[in-house]
């Protein structure tokens, strides 16, 4: 069974900060699909990637994420 993850990401600040985010958010293994918004500062991923992982894919493209 899949799972949602709600991330609140900070420091993007473009479309191609979400492009870029979004990439790295999929390439977390056990994500099936990811969702990333601009405003508000968004991501909801579904699947069972580990939230740490989830969050050190975020931080490794650049920006700042927690769990909501």
């Known amino acids: 069974m899949s799972n949602m993850t709600h991330l609140k990401i900070t420091g993007m600040t473009c479309d191609h900060c979400v492009m870029h985010t979004k990439k ?15 405003e508000p500062g968004a991501a909801e991923i579904t699947g069972n990637a580990d939230h740490d992982q989830l969050i050190a894919a975020v931080k490794d493209a650049g920006y700042e994420a927690e769990v909501e």
Not at 24 to 37: D, H, K, N, P, R
């Open 24 to 38: 790295a958010l999929q390439s977390v293994s056990g994500v099936e699909s990811v969702e990333v918004t601009l």
